[in-house]
């Protein structure tokens, strides 16, 4: 089956500093990604769709200056927490669309966890 | 606008017995559905999935969910319940219509809790 690799799993990392979340599709051409946030015992928030050559779409209420997503090929799609705060710690997940996009599952990445000290 | 409810946030089985998870939904056009479970700290993983066709669609694990159009449900069960199936599940809907990314909506998830 199609499978997503998110690296890393697990960051720390000092309040200020950037961290950079990598999502890759390693055996089909992801022509669409979602980058979502969970919170602890809550569903899903979803934070911006990207589409491969193209900018992100970000929802409302998400900084893209703080949030740079980045979809630079059909297999790779990046998310950058930039100038991170403690507030930015949770759970973030990244998912590929397959084809056709209406009626595919997602796949997903299994998840980062950001702890910002 | 297209919406996903779970009404139960948590549900509680006895292994041996059958489960449901329910999940209501609202879209325009034909719904496309999907059940997803998720095990702690880890992403979400496909079961299953309605597009067309048989009311009854069988997925992964042994579970299956059934289509009902006029309750616009899409209850996820499965006849004997394991503990192992214990985690979050997640019902979501995908958009038939054109809209770019078929940007999918998820339910806020229901904790299945299988007691041995």
């Known amino acids: 089956g199609a499978v997503v690799s998110q690296h890393p799993s697990r960051v720390i990392c000092k309040s200020g500093t950037s961290v950079k979340i990598e999502c890759r599709s390693l055996?089909?051409?992801?022509?669409?990604m979602f980058w979502y946030r969970q919170f602890p015992k809550q569903s899903l928030m979803l934070m911006a769709t990207?589409?491969?050559?193209?900018?992100?779409?970000?929802e409302q209420g998400v900084e893209k200056d703080k949030f740079l997503i980045n979809h630079a090929s059909l297999t790779l799609s990046t998310l950058t927490v930039t100038s991170a705060h403690p507030e930015d710690s949770s759970f973030y997940i990244c998912?590929?669309?397959?084809?056709?996009?209406?009626?595919?599952?997602?796949?997903f990445g299994n998840g980062t966890r950001l702890t910002v000290t | 606008a297209q919406s996903v409810a779970q009404p139960e946030d948590q549900v509680n089985v006895a292994e041996g017995n059958p489960l449901t998870v329910k999940c209501t939904y609202s879209?325009?056009?034909?719904?496309?559905l999907f059940w997803y479970v998720q095990y702690p700290n880890r992403g979400l993983q496909f079961l299953l999935k309605?597009?067309?066709?048989?009311?009854l669609v069988k997925g992964s694990y042994g579970f299956e969910a059934e289509f009902n159009k006029s309750q616009t449900s899409f209850h996820l069960k499965k006849p004997s319940a394991l503990v192992s199936d214990s985690a979050l599940y997640f019902c979501?809907?995908?958009?038939?219509?054109?809209?770019?990314?078929?940007?999918?909506?998820f339910g806020r998830g229901t904790s299945l809790i299988v007691h041995p």
């Open positions: 998912s590929a669309s397959g084809r056709p996009p209406e009626n595919s599952p997602l796949h």
């Open positions: 055996d089909f051409q992801a022509t669409t």
């Open positions: 990207s589409n491969e050559g193209s900018k992100a779409t970000y």
């Open positions: 879209v325009s056009g034909n719904p496309y």
């Open positions: 309605y597009i067309t066709g048989d009311n």
């Open positions: 979501a809907v995908r958009p038939s219509t054109s809209g770019g990314s078929y940007i999918p909506t």
